[in-house]
């Protein structure tokens, strides 16, 4: 494996430089997440699926990203706070990144390519053209709350449409399916 995600610098929310050293052998789900967006409910299944699941070795990481119609336009204290307040999250999240475009983050940049097509295009994408918008082709990052399922080896198994909850049974099941090997 030649670019593994573990050693990709990155940033926690607070500001700390470090890496994904610590999450090797852990099922990682990471989802690009914003605060203003139709999807940030999803910020309530993703946390009670950490909750069930991070004894077994779940770790979810979120990151932040203002790539999409502003949606997540505030500071890393502000979107802290929204997300512990509002929706008392405690997965891990991450300073704001780049998840599209000509500064894309590194660890971006290795999850698109590693996983270029997104299981369960729902009907985001209809609603997405309906707003005028033009979607981003794969494997581009479509929209805020894509979720890609990394194994135990640091190698990216699945990624899931933005649309696609984190307590559907097509994320469960990888999920779980991950943690049992």
Not at 38 to 51: C, K, S, V
Not at 87 to 99: E, G, T
């Amino acid at each position: 494996m030649a670019h593994t995600i573990y050693n990709i610098p990155v940033k926690t929310i607070t500001g700390t430089e470090t890496t994904l050293n610590s999450y090797q052998g852990k099922v990682l789900l990471i989802v690009n997440v914003a605060s203003k967006c139709g999807l940030t409910p999803q910020y309530e299944e993703l946390e009670a699926l950490y909750q069930a699941k991070k004894d077994q070795g779940l770790e979810i990481l979120g990151f932040p990203a203002n790539n999409f119609l502003a949606q997540e336009p505030g500071s890393d204290a502000e979107i802290q706070e929204f997300c512990s307040s509002t929706y008392d999250v405690h997965f891990p999240l991450f300073s704001k990144i780049s998840v599209v475009g000509e500064d894309q983050h590194p660890l971006y940049q290795v999850l698109t390519t590693a996983q270029p097509e997104r299981i369960g295009e729902g009907p985001w994408v209809e609603d997405l053209i309906e707003y005028g918008l033009t979607p981003n082709p794969a494997p581009q990052i479509l929209w805020n709350f894509e979720k890609f399922l990394v194994n135990k080896q640091g190698e990216v198994v699945a990624r899931f449409a933005p649309d696609i909850k984190a307590n559907d049974a097509r994320i469960v099941q990888a999920i779980e399916a991950e943690l049992a090997k």
